[in-house]
């Protein structure tokens, strides 16, 4: 992991399979670097595939081998935590700006995303068949709204995350697992290394 440059990174140490929602090479890929970059809180880019490409090369990512974030969220702050059990590792790193607090459904749609929002890498020391990321995923977001309960959208509805966040599991050579629910080591590692990283930012 490294801060600089207005720029938090995370090199894998090898390309690795990464199941990523974030702007700039997400979807399923192959990824060596995760990139969470700062822009202002006024951002607003037409090509923004393009402007990504460009920073990211500027900075010396190579943007083929790159997912890329955005955020206004300070960088410093940023929180990190590591989980092991059974064989299984997971690492992550979060950084959480909430003044973009929404609730899906229930907040008003708007066409201009803004740039405060929770970006979330994960690592995973593991071997998953493809449901098994899907349920990653899905336990981080889970995990995300159970630490934020309590806290309102300026609509006043319960808020679960902001509008913009994004979530990128990668997986390093590790034990196979079948499945990777709440209750599966895999599964728990992942949880606990996200609320980790989560609550250490927010802090």
């Known amino acids: 992991m490294r ?7 995370v090199d894998f140490g090898r390309l690795c399979p990464v199941l990523s929602s974030a702007p700039y090479r997400g979807g399923w890929v192959k990824s060596r670097h995760w990139v969470n970059h700062h822009v202002g809180a006024d951002f607003r880019e037409a090509d923004l595939q393009g402007w990504i490409a460009a ?28 989980e ?26 708007f066409e201009v995303p803004l740039p405060h929002t929770i970006n979330a890498c994960v690592i995973v020391e593991a071997e998953l068949p493809n449901a098994a ?18 806290r309102r959208t300026p609509d006043g509805y ?20 079948r499945y990777a629910g709440a209750v599966t080591p895999v599964g728990w590692c992942v949880a606990r290394a996200f609320e980790q990283a989560f609550r250490s930012g927010l802090r």
């Open 84 to 109: 092991m059990r059974d064989g299984f590792r997971a690492r992550a790193w979060v950084t959480a700006g909430l003044s973009n607090l929404s609730a899906p459904g229930l907040s008003p749609v």
């Open 158 to 177: 319960p808020a679960t995350g902001t509008s913009t966040d994004t979530v990128t599991i990668a997986a390093l050579p590790g034990p196979p697992a």
């Open 55 to 82: 920073r990211l090369a500027s900075l010396g990512f190579p943007p083929e081998e790159t997912t890329g974030c955005l955020t206004a969220a300070r960088l410093e702050r940023y929180g990190q935590g590591s």
């Open 3 to 9: 801060l600089a440059r207005g720029t938090l990174s």
């Open 133 to 150: 990321w899907v349920e990653l995923v899905q336990l981080v977001a889970e995990v995300k709204a159970r630490v934020l309960a309590g």
